[in-house]
């Protein structure tokens, strides 16, 4: 440093000083920042200055424009020819705009007057609709309700005669404990309407009048066991042997009728196995 009389040293962001005239460089440094400041500020305050007598000239030019203009319209309106004027221009004016305004409440009333005419007629039309379909429904529950009516009166009259091949008569007591089943006693009349499942028929009980699932062992038809014994009789060979006692019995016709009753009483599984046989023997 002292070779070259170096005063101060820049790298990167550091600088270093010689201690002796560090602060007199510092100093003049400072003062002439100051005075670039003071010439930027004077600057500015004058080109301010001349801006702002500019726009007040152009202020007071535009103010002497329009205080002109409006005495020039308060002097024409002081004549009586302009006075009379502007007051038909404002009447006028005015009825134009109330006609206006009437027109356009007339035009306004024409549309809401044409457009409920449009719906009047929509729903007149849906209405016509309606009561076309109200007039087919009702048609149509009308005839539903007439079937329906003949249908039970059906079923009420199959119900109320049962035919001869249809009463059967109970072999035991029975007390059905599932869902269905019908209760029953011993000698009880009953209607079987439903012979489809071979195990189970579906009747109804002509003292009760009550309807459910019978088992078709436990009951029996006076026409039916005439039917079984007629079969019996005409087989060569019966597979139950007591049935086969009966068929090879010497007694009269009449007595082994009365036996085979008796047999079917004891054992409902008798009949129940005799009519699949005869089932089996038709087939």
């Excluded at 016509?128 to 039970?152: C, F, G, P, R």
């Excluded at 007390?175 to 189970?200: A, M, N, R, T, V």
């Excluded at 062992?217 to 597979?239: A, D, G, K, R, T």
Aim: aromatic letters at 8%.
């Amino acid at each position: 440093m002292k070779g070259f009389s170096l005063i101060r040293l820049t790298i990167g962001h550091y600088t270093v000083y010689d201690k002796r005239i560090r602060y007199k460089v510092m100093n003049n440094e400072c003062l002439a920042e100051e005075i670039k400041l003071a010439d930027g500020d004077e600057c500015e305050l004058i080109t301010l200055l001349d801006y702002k007598e500019g726009s007040i000239f152009e202020q007071d030019k535009k103010l002497i424009i329009i205080k002109k203009r409006k005495e020039y319209i308060t002097r024409t309106l002081q004549t009586p020819e302009s006075k009379l004027k502007v007051k038909l221009l404002t009447e006028g004016k005015l009825i134009n705009e109330i006609f206006k305004s009437k027109e356009s409440e007339a035009q306004c009333f024409r549309k809401l007057i044409t457009g409920r005419e449009e719906a009047l007629v929509e729903y007149k039309k849906e209405i016509e609709l309606l009561q076309e379909k109200i007039s087919i429904t009702s048609v149509q529950l009308l005839m539903t309700q007439k079937a329906k009516i003949e249908k039970k009166d059906q079923c009420t009259q199959s119900l109320d005669t049962p035919t001869a091949e249809s009463i059967y008569t109970a072999c035991i007591d029975y007390h059905g404990i599932w869902s269905g089943h019908l209760s029953f006693s011993e000698g009880e009349q009953l209607e079987i309407y439903d012979k489809s499942d071979s195990f189970y028929w579906k009747g109804r009980s002509l003292v009760s009048g009550d309807e459910g699932k019978i088992p078709s062992s436990y009951v029996y038809s006076m026409l039916e066991s005439l039917q079984l014994l007629e079969f019996i009789l005409s087989v060569e060979e019966v597979s139950l042997p007591t049935l086969q006692k009966i068929r090879n019995d010497s007694s009269s016709n009449d007595e082994k009728a009365s036996l085979f009753l008796e047999t079917i009483n004891d054992d409902p599984n008798t009949i129940l196995a005799l009519r699949q046989e005869k089932e089996q023997h038709d087939k």
